[in-house]
């Protein structure tokens, strides 16, 4: 008989706090998707090679297993700008950036499809009543 008392199953990992998205990492999580949701709508199925840029994006981000780490890589990501500026041809910055971002949801899509990515953040409430600027 073991001296120390079996750990309550209903009390286990409860020490252990969920990892959560940051303010910033679910703000850039919403711009992936609202870039994504862009793409949708605008990039015509016939636009190969901007399909072929996202993809491309996807593929590089495969080294990448946790998905709070695509933050800090987006962050830095001026290897996937290039790479679509030479694979999408002439764009807007704002288009390579949406490809880029749509690449970006895909790669968060397929870490957290299994349930066990970070929680993300409520939408922040608006306050009623006046507000005070400065204190």
């Given at each position: 008989m ?10 286990q ?15 850039d ?12 709508r ?6 190969v ?16 297993t ?9 962050h830095y990501g001026?290897?996937?700008?290039e790479?679509v ?9 704002d288009e ?16 957290t499809s299994?349930?066990?990515g970070?929680e ?16």
């Amino acid at each position: 008989m073991s001296a120390s008392p079996e750990p309550d199953p209903r009390t286990q990992g409860q020490g252990q706090r969920a990892k959560r998205l940051t303010r910033l990492q679910q703000l850039d999580l919403n711009l992936w998707r609202r870039a994504s949701a862009t793409v949708a709508r605008r990039l015509p199925p016939e636009d190969v090679c901007a399909h072929v840029a996202i993809q491309a994006v996807l593929a590089v981000l495969r080294d990448t297993t946790n998905p709070l780490d695509l933050f800090e890589r987006h962050h830095y990501g001026e290897n996937e700008y290039e790479l679509v500026s030479s694979v999408a041809g002439t764009r807007s910055y704002d288009e390579v950036l949406n490809l880029i971002d749509s690449g970006y949801l895909l790669r968060w899509q397929e870490l957290t499809s299994n349930g066990r990515g970070p929680e993300e953040l409520p939408p922040l409430t608006r306050r009623s009543g006046p507000q005070r600027l400065f204190p």
